[in-house]
């Protein structure tokens, strides 16, 4: 975790993670908003719409 500003932090993954352990950990985390990108090949447009959609949680994807 590294803390970018007040209230704003950057948070990495390393291995993988299932859709329900994701979807799971961005609920407990508490985040207002979430940035999902693409970088193993991911879909984060996706990602990003469903974490709004089931948690209500603004998410944006970074472009690819």
């Known amino acids: ?31 207002s908003l979430v940035i999902t990108d693409n970088f193993r090949a991911g879909d984060a ?5 469903e974490i709004r959609r089931r948690l209500g949680v603004e998410a944006l994807p970074m472009p690819r």
């Open 1 to 31: 975790v590294k803390k970018l500003a007040p209230n704003l932090y950057q948070v990495a993954f390393r291995g993988h993670a299932s859709f329900s352990e994701l979807m799971r950990y961005v609920e407990r985390s508490g985040a």
């Open 45 to 49: 447009r996706s990602l990003a719409r």
